[in-house]
C-alpha cells in the first residue's frame, strides 16, 4: 500500500489527508523533520512513498497526477513530491540532506514565508516542517534526479503562505471543473480526424464508467480483442447480414480501442504488460479481419481475394516499418545543418487548421483506416474493400516515405550509437547475413539504403517473372549479399533507416509472390500465416526497443533464421517442392516461427510485468 508522510500543521477547513486516502494512500503525520525521516525509513522499500505538505491546496487529480501515475520513478507538483522503489534511494538521500543540513535536530533552516512552525522533540528549538516536500525537490534537482512535472493546465496545486493567499487559492480550485478537465486530459492529443470527432465525444465517458465499475485496460482490450475476432468471424460467413453484423462490431471494437487508452489516462492504470498488449492486439485484429474477409469472400467458391489479404497486411506493416525506423533513427540525433525546408514547411501548415486534418487523412490512421474498412465491408464486397484499401496505403506509403526522405537529406543529423543498435535490431538479420559481415570486410562508400533497396527489387522482381524456380533462390542469394553489405557499417546514414523496412517488404514480398504463383489455393492462406507470425516478432521486436528492453534474444533470432534465412528457406521449398507439398511446408513453417516467437514474447512481457519494469504507455498508431 502506497504511503503518503504528511509534513506541518493542517490549516483549518483541509481535505489533504482525506483526498490522500481517497487516492489509496496510508497516510502517516509527521511531527518535525526527523520524524519524517524516521517514517520513510519505516515505508517498505517496494512501496510507492510521497511527502506532502499539510498546507497544500488544489485539485485531487493534480495529487493524483504527481503520486500515482506509475510511469515515472520521481514526481512532484508544488508542495507534494513521490517516488517509486526505483527513486527512494535519491528521495532518502534529498530527505538526510535536508535533515542534515540544519543540525540533524530536525530543523530545516529558515521557515518559508508564513511558515508555521511546531514544538522540536524534546529539545526546546523551533522546528519549521512546512515546504519539506518542496525542498526535497529542490534537492532532487540538485542532485541531478529526473523529476517528473505533470502539465497540470488549469488544474491548481499550490502551497499558500497566508489564509488571504489559501483563500484565493480555494476560490480557484473551485472555479474550475475538475471532471471535465480530467476527461478531456483522457482523449489522446493528435488523434485523426474521425476518432476526434466520431469516437472521442462518448467514448472518454464510457471510460469513466469503466474506471467507476473497476475496469481496467487491459480488460478493455481483451474485450475489444474478442469483439475484433467476433466481427472477423461474421465476415467469414460470406453473407450480406454477416458482412453488415462485421461491420459494425469492428467500429465497436474500435471504440473500446480507444476506450482502454482513454481509461489509462484517466485513471492513470499504466502496465508494462497494458501496452504490449494493446500495440499487439491491435495488429491481431486487424489481421484477423483481413482473414475474416478473405474466407468470406471464398464462401461457396465464389472469389478469392487471399492474395489482396496478404497485400494489404505485408503494405501495413511495411508502412508502420518506415515510421518506426524513421523515429529511431531520430532519437538523440543531432542536427548539422539548419532545419529543413520540408520541416519549416509543415510548421506553416501547422498555423491552417483544415491542413491538419486533410494531412491526417492523407496517412490513414487506424481511425480512417478501420471505418473505411467496416463501411465498405457492410456495403460492398470483401473484393472492394481490399482494392480501395490497398489504393489508399500504397497512396499514404509513398506520402509520408517521400517527405521523411526529403526531411533526411535537407537535414542531415548524426546518429547516435542507440539509434544506430535500433536500427540494426529492427534489420532483423540472421545467422548468414552475420557471418557474412565478419568474413568480407567493409570496404568502399557506404550504400546501406542502395545495397537493401538493389537486393530487396531483384528478388522481389525474380519472383514476379518466374515464379517458383531455381533463378528465385539464386536471386535470394544476391539478397542475402546486399543485406550484408547494407549493416556492414553502423547504420548512422542519413537514409540508413529505410534500411528495415526495404528488408521487410523483399521478405514479405518475395512470399507473397511465390504463393500466388504457385497455383493451389491453400498455399496463399498459408503464406499468410507464415507473414503474420513474422510480422509478430518484428512488432515485437519494435515494443521492446520502445519500452527501452532491447531487442529479443540472439537465440530466437538465430532459430527464426533471420530475415534472409526465411527469404532463401522459402525460395528454396517453392523450387523444390510441388505446390501442395509448397502448401504443407508453408504451413509447417509459420506453426514453427509462431510458437517460437510467441512463447519467448509472452515469457518476455509476463515477466517484465512481474519484475516491476517501469510502466509505459506507448501510444502507438495515431487513432
Known amino acids: 500500500m502506497p504511503t503518503a508522510i504528511l509534513t506541518g500543521q493542517p490549516v483549518p477547513g483541509s481535505s489533504i489527508e482525506g483526498d490522500l486516502r481517497a487516492l489509496g494512500f496510508e497516510v502517516r503525520p509527521a511531527t518535525d523533520a526527523a520524524h519524517a525521516e524516521t517514517l520513510l525509513a519505516r515505508v517498505p522499500e517496494d512501496d510507492r512513498v510521497a511527502v506532502v505538505d499539510a498546507r497544500f491546496v488544489g485539485h485531487v487529480h493534480a495529487l493524483r497526477l504527481a503520486l500515482t501515475d506509475p510511469r515515472f520513478t520521481l514526481a512532484a507538483i508544488p508542495g507534494a513530491v513521490s517516488a517509486r522503489a526505483a527513486g527512494r534511494q535519491a528521495l532518502t538521500r534529498a530527505m538526510a540532506r535536508e535533515h542534515s543540513a540544519a543540525g540533524g535536530n530536525g530543523a530545516l533552516g529558515a521557515s518559508t514565508p508564513g511558515g508555521n512552525t511546531t514544538p522540536g522533540a ?25 523529476v517528473h512535472r505533470p502539465a497540470l493546465g488549469s488544474l491548481v496545486a499550490a502551497v499558500p503562505a497566508d489564509p488571504q493567499a489559501r483563500n484565493e487559492a480555494r476560490q480557484a480550485v473551485a472555479a474550475v ?53 467476433i466481427a472477423a468471424g461474421c465476415a467469414a460467413t460470406g453473407t450480406r447480414g454477416g458482412f453488415v453484423a462485421a461491420g459494425v462490431l469492428l467500429i465497436a471494437s474500435f471504440v473500446l480501442d480507444c476506450t482502454d487508452g482513454q481509461l489509462a489516462r484517466y485513471s492513470l492504470q499504466y502496465s508494462t504488460l497494458g501496452a504490449w498488449l494493446d500495440a499487439t492486439f491491435d495488429r491481431a485484429k486487424e489481421f484477423a479481419f483481413y482473414a475474416g474477409l478473405a474466407l468470406g469472400a471464398t464462401h461457396g467458391g465464389t472469389d478469392d481475394v487471399w ?54 487523412v492523407i496517412i490513414l490512421p487506424i481511425g480512417e483506416r478501420w471505418a473505411m474498412i467496416a463501411l465498405l465491408t457492410a456495403l460492398t464486397t470483401p473484393r472492394v474493400t481490399f482494392c480501395a484499401l490497398l489504393a489508399w496505403m500504397a497512396f499514404a506509403t509513398l506520402y509520408t516515405t517521400a517527405g521523411r526522405v526529403l526531411r533526411s537529406v535537407t537535414r542531415k543529423a548524426r546518429r547516435t550509437d542507440r539509434a544506430a543498435q535500433a536500427l540494426a535490431d529492427l534489420a532483423d538479420d540472421g ?43 539464386l536471386l535470394a542469394g544476391l539478397y542475402t549479399l546486399c543485406a550484408a553489405e547494407a549493416v556492414s557499417r553502423p547504420l548512422t546514414g542519413p537514409l540508413d533507416w529505410l534500411v528495415p523496412p526495404l528488408f521487410r517488404a523483399g521478405e514479405y514480398g518475395t512470399v507473397l509472390l511465390l504463393a500466388a504463383e504457385s497455383g493451389v489455393n491453400g498455399v496463399l492462406p498459408a503464406a499468410f500465416g507464415l507473414v503474420a507470425a513474422v510480422a509478430y516478432h518484428h512488432y515485437d521486436t519494435v515494443y521492446r526497443i520502445r519500452g527501452n528492453a532491447g531487442a529479443p534474444p540472439a537465440w530466437l533470432v538465430r532459430a527464426t533464421g533471420g530475415h534472409e534465412g526465411r527469404t532463401l528457406l522459402v525460395t528454396v521449398l517453392a523450387a523444390l517442392l510441388t505446390a501442395p507439398q509448397f502448401e504443407v511446408a508453408l504451413t509447417a513453417l509459420a506453426v514453427a516461427v509462431a510458437v517460437l516467437v510467441l512463447a519467448e514474447s509472452i515469457r518476455f512481457w509476463v515477466a517484465a510485468h512481474q519484475g516491476g519494469a517501469p510502466a509505459v504507455h506507448d501510444e502507438g498508431e495515431t487513432a
Open 122 to 146: 524534546g529539545d526546546g528549538t523551533t522546528v519549521v516542517v512546512d515546504g519539506l516536500a518542496d525542498r526535497i525537490t529542490a534537492a532532487l534537482d540538485a542532485d541531478g534526479a529526473e
Open 177 to 229: 471543473d475538475e471532471e471535465a478537465v480530467r476527461l478531456k486530459s483522457a482523449v489522446k492529443s493528435g488523434d485523426g480526424l474521425f476518432t476526434t470527432y466520431c469516437i472521442s465525444p462518448y467514448s472518454r465517458y464510457v471510460a469513466r464508467w469503466c474506471a467507476r465499475r473497476g475496469l481496467t485496460p487491459n480488460q478493455v482490450t481483451t474485450a475489444s480483442l474478442l469483439t475484433a475476432l
Open 307 to 360: 492474395a489482396l489479404a496478404l497485400g494489404a497486411m505485408v503494405l501495413q506493416t511495411t508502412r508502420h516499418m518506415v515510421d518506426f525506423a524513421f523515429i529511431e533513427a531520430q532519437q538523440g540525433a543531432a542536427a548539422t545543418s539548419a532545419a529543413a525546408p520540408t520541416a519549416a514547411l509543415s510548421e506553416r501548415l501547422d498555423g491552417v487548421g483544415w491542413s491538419v486534418w486533410v494531412r491526417r
Open 431 to 473: 545467422p548468414l547475413v552475420r557471418l557474412l559481415v565478419r568474413l568480407v570486410p567493409a570496404t568502399g562508400p557506404r550504400v546501406a539504403p542502395l545495397a537493401a533497396a538493389l537486393g530487396t527489387a531483384a528478388v522481389l522482381l525474380a519472383a514476379w517473372s518466374w515464379g517458383p524456380s531455381w533463378w528465385v533462390v
